[in-house]
């Protein structure tokens, strides 16, 4: 076993966890998950079947991460946001798993404390979901939206600094990286 399990921990068994993975109090991983390398899953964390999780991914405490949903590398998920599974969901008429809608997390996106994602979105890579956000539609790379329901408020570089455009171009304070603004809604990182 190459990664560490707290003793309170449940792991299911069919359950894959990648080298390096910490899993701490009270947590609970399903049959079917599979976790990458080198992930951290704070305290309460919920991890149900079939879910796919990258490497490196940070998972604050009190968070359940249904099935349906898909975070790729680095991905950081914060104190008690929400992730949900079924758009019209009843109790006297329960869903399949086949009425799940996918949520996927792009790499290196955060999602803020107590911030909700409704189920059928993509989170596009370095996007930036602010605390108690209610994200109902797709979220632009490099985007920071926040609010309810969440909006576009401005952009943010890979390194997680904001990014101020002063026509289409612009360059990040903090770590130098240059971005290119194509259009309202499109921040594209320039590669030299």
């Keep these: 076993m190459g990664y560490f399990a707290h003793e309170s921990a449940c792991i ?15 947590c609970h991983v399903m049959p079917g998950a599979q976790i990458g390398e080198h992930c951290s899953l704070g ?9 796919r999780i990258g490497n490196h991914v940070k ?5 359940s991460v249904y099935e349906g949903v898909v975070l790729e590398d680095y991905v950081f998920c914060g104190p008690s946001m929400v992730f949900t599974n079924v758009k019209t969901p009843r109790s006297a008429y329960p869903r399949a798993a086949r009425d799940y809608a996918a949520t996927r997390v792009k ?21 930036f979901v602010a605390a108690g956000a209610v994200v ?3 979220v632009p790379a490099y985007a920071l939206v926040g609010g309810v329901p969440a909006r576009l408020l401005g952009w943010m570089c890979e ?3 904001p990014l101020h455009f002063d026509g289409q171009h612009t360059t990040c304070s903090a770590c130098g990286r240059q971005y290119r603004q194509v259009d309202d809604m499109t921040v594209r990182q320039v590669i030299s």
Excluded: L, P
């Excluded at 998972?59 to 968070?63: E, F, K, L, S, T």
């Design 107 to 127: 790499r290196g996106a955060s999602i803020g404390a107590n911030a909700t994602v409704v189920c059928g979105v993509t989170i596009h890579e370095w996007a």
């Design 43 to 51: 305290q309460n964390v919920f991890v149900a079947s079939n879910v």
């Design 59 to 63: 998972i604050q405490n009190n968070v």
């Design 12 to 26: 299911d068994d069919g359950a894959q966890i990648g080298n390096g993975t910490r899993i701490w109090h009270f």
């Design 159 to 161: 390194c997680g600094t």
């Design 136 to 138: 109902t539609k797709d």
